[in-house]
């Protein structure tokens, strides 16, 4: 290999190497806002709530009980949130119940959260090894998130279906009316090469359109 060739490889790796830093930098992004937009304010809440009921209490105030029981609601609300936070990080549903439940739980609370019809048809969840599974998960995770974020979408549709061959394919769509940034899509074609498998996306007819691709060989692992 000539100097040229080691140049463009070192290149290669330093372009890698920023997006997936960027991937990260977006993901502690992404992690510092749900933590700030819902846990916070619900301390915070909480925080004032159960002031105004310690005076209340100590006036004599009946509306004590009242707001005592408002604090409980919050305080449950917040973890339940905190706790959702963690699944996204380490999914416990993708190890106790699979690919399948795992990305029906996320697209769930997606679509409540957010109010976007989420679609979800995975046939071929079943033939996933458990590094398949995993690797595959993060892609939907990543790819559902920034369609929210550079959209929004009303409809995210995520299918996985097998060939005859046994390789599988992962296609998410979104009808958000902005396309993903190069940063993020070269980082989901990151993501996939490292389960050695292909990526690709376009814009067709109004949506978004994401597609991973793994051998039978990777789909097992």
Known sequence: MGAADGDIGAARDDLVLRERLLAERDER???????????????????????AALAAIDSGDEAARTIVAR???????????????????????????????????FAGRLSDRRRIRCEVDVPAADQLGESAASGLYQIVRESLDQAVRRGPP???????????????????????????????????????????????????????????TLPPSAARL
């Open 154 to 212: 009303q409809t995210i549709r995520v299918r996985l279906t097998s060939s005859r061959t046994g390789s599988v394919e992962l296609t998410i769509s979104d009808d958000g009316g902005i396309e993903r940034r190069q940063a993020v899509l070269d980082g989901l074609a990151e993501r996939a090469n490292e389960l050695n498998g292909s990526f690709e996306a376009a814009r067709r007819r109004g949506w978004t359109v994401a597609r991973v």
């Open 29 to 51: 992004r992404r992690l510092a806002e749900l933590i700030h937009d819902g846990p916070v304010q619900h301390i915070a809440a909480l925080n004032q709530m159960l002031d």
């Open 71 to 105: 604090a409980l609601e919050v305080a449950r609300e917040a973890s339940s949130e905190l706790r959702a936070i963690v699944t996204d990080i380490e999914p416990a549903a993708l190890a106790e119940m699979g690919f399948a439940a795992a990305v029906r739980e």
